[in-house]
């Protein structure tokens, strides 16, 4: 008996030095991805039908959503069909669309796009949009987006998404 109490302190107080916390990892679906943007997120199981995925993630500053790209297989071309949807509602700010590569901590690679847009027509800039773009384990391409407002936009946010965004 002592052994075994032995054992279950020694294994907590491992975990205590080696800094173990909880995992905050959600899994979209049917996009097959998943990511883990920290603690403070409300999860919202809202049903949706593709491309939507469930759940939502939102707080107070910002929401996270992903979307299942089904028809598409290149990563670029789905980037591209992405960026043109965002010109086309014409809330986009000229010029603030953004794409560049990036790489999770796991080696998946993939599209970031980012811009700027307005919520009504020709009012102030306060929205901002970065969508993630790579593909799930199925080969199809699938989307992690943060939107929030350009005043509480998280550098902490984006680089826990880039890090660890993986296929499921």
């Given at each position: 008996m002592k052994t075994i109490i032995l054992l279950v302190v020694l294994v907590g107080v491992v975990g205590?030095?080696?800094?173990?916390k909880p995992s905050n990892r959600v899994t979209f679906k049917?996009?097959?991805i998943s990511v883990d943007p920290g603690e403070g997120w409300a999860r919202l199981d809202i049903p949706a039908d593709p491309p939507a995925c469930s759940p939502r993630l939102a707080r107070k500053t910002g929401m996270i959503?992903?979307?299942?790209?089904q028809d598409?297989?290149?990563i670029?071309?789905?980037?591209d069909q992405l960026q043109a949807a965002f010109s086309k509602t014409g809330k986009a700010v000229a010029d603030s669309i953004k794409q560049e590569d990036f790489s999770t901590d796991s080696g998946l690679a993939g599209i970031h796009i980012s811009y700027t847009a307005r919520s009504t027509a020709g009012g102030p800039a306060d929205m901002r949009s970065h969508?993630?773009?790579t593909?799930?384990?199925?080969?199809?391409?699938?989307s992690i987006s943060y939107?929030?407002?350009?005043e509480d936009e998280s550098p902490a946010v984006l680089e826990a998404i880039r890090k660890t965004l993986r296929v499921e």
């Open positions: 205590l030095v080696t800094g173990c049917p996009a097959l959503n992903a979307l299942l790209l598409e297989t290149d670029k071309k789905a980037a969508s993630f773009v593909h799930n384990m199925l080969g199809k391409c699938v939107i929030t407002s350009p």
